[in-house]
């Protein structure tokens, strides 16, 4: 699920502006965005034991991060329709907050953040496990 919303993302495939509403206000690549933005930490939590059933104090903290990632991965499309007003989050010149320019920096803030986020996750997990086996074969 992750790497195919990543290719459809990745290739701006004409698959995410079909409208899913006769007026087009709802266009699929939201869901399949939010697809994405739930698959990617999923996959990572169900994909590392360790960051599911942490041993040590640093896992604890990025499982616990990771969990609060899923949530905002889950939240994500309820987030960005109130920062939007709009199901296809676009975004205007509006003096308002919400549909705004200011509202826009939030949603692309949480929308960068999530994917990023789990990707330093699962970058710091892994460089923890070459600091325990250099340690492990240093004794």
Partial sequence: MTISVIVLLFTGSPLLTTSLTSDGSVPLGTFITWAGMISLPLTIYWGIKELRKPSSKLNRVL???????????ILWVPIS????GNLSFTFSEKETF???????????????GIGIS??????????????????NTTH
Wanted: no cysteine.
């Fill in 98 to 112: 919400q549909g705004g320019q200011a509202a826009m920096r939030w949603f692309w803030r949480l929308s960068y």
């Fill in 118 to 135: 789990a990707v330093l996750i699962v970058t710091t997990f892994w460089i923890s496990l070459l600091f325990k086996k250099r340690k």
């Fill in 63 to 73: 499982s616990e991060l990771l969990k609060i990632i899923i949530l905002l991965g």
């Fill in 81 to 84: 329709y109130l920062l939007a």
